[in-house]
């Protein structure tokens, strides 16, 4: 069946050090891909996806790229900042519609300045 | 963009107790969506809201434990029916724009049921 499985948390990290939070999914076809994240107090927004297999989306200095032959999505920042501190999900699409999503349980970020 | 406005943003229920969840759009969207997240798990689909038809349910989840509505396409709602301490959960809203792009996410409903 469906499913995603990202690293365990809490990830407590030094201000400008680097991140990288694992997540690989089980899919049937070929689903986009997600990394959402909700900061302290706010809702869930995303922050980057890719659509096919070897795309990489970006945004805010975070990355991440579609393998499909290992059917990851890993999160990757070079150097974090306190205000990164969140929760991470990583999700994929199913039947069609990037609105039904299948997500992990979330990785909790903290930065420590 | 779509703001999305959620009510309540908590609420503590009795036993067998029903809650209705507001969600409202600011902006007309395509698609809408409520969402669960029990502690310490992900998130998990529960229905898609359609505009003037009934929702259409994921695995798991039935209509008479969790009646939708959609009467527009900015207005949902979702009741959470005789509920016990395991619908405990956040219950999130979400919708996706006109050009079907992004998903976009309420700040959900803490729901504690004693």
């Known amino acids: 069946g469906n499913s995603v499985t990202q690293m365990e948390g809490p990830v407590t990290l030094s201000e400008e050090a680097f991140l990288t939070i694992n997540c690989t999914y089980t899919?049937?076809?070929?689903?986009?891909l997600f990394w959402y994240v909700q900061y302290p107090g706010e809702g869930l927004q995303l922050l980057l996806k890719a659509t096919k297999a070897d795309d990489k989306g970006s945004n805010k200095g975070f990355e991440a790229t579609y393998r499909k032959e290992t059917t990851s999505f890993h999160l990757e920042k070079g150097s974090v900042q306190v205000s990164d501190s969140a929760v991470y999900f990583c999700?994929?699409?199913?039947?069609?519609?990037?609105?039904?999503?299948?997500f992990g349980k979330g990785t909790k970020l903290s930065v420590k300045p | 963009s779509a703001v999305i406005s959620q009510k309540p943003s908590r609420d503590i229920c009795q036993r067998g107790t029903s809650l209705t969840i507001q969600c409202q759009v600011d902006s007309q969207v395509t698609m809408m969506f409520w969402y669960r997240q029990q502690p310490g798990q992900s998130l998990t689909l529960i229905a898609t809201a359609n505009q003037g038809s009934e929702a259409t349910y994921e695995s798991g989840f039935v209509i008479d434990k969790f009646p939708i509505s959609r009467p527009n396409l900015t207005f949902s709602t979702l009741t959470v029916s005789n509920m016990s301490p395991e619908d405990s959960s956040i219950y999130l809203c979400s919708v996706t724009a006109l050009t079907n792009e992004k998903l976009f996410f309420g700040s959900g409903t803490q729901l504690s049921v004693l």
């Open positions: 899919a049937t076809g070929y689903p986009s």
């Open positions: 999700a994929h699409s199913y039947g069609g519609s990037q609105g039904n999503l299948i």
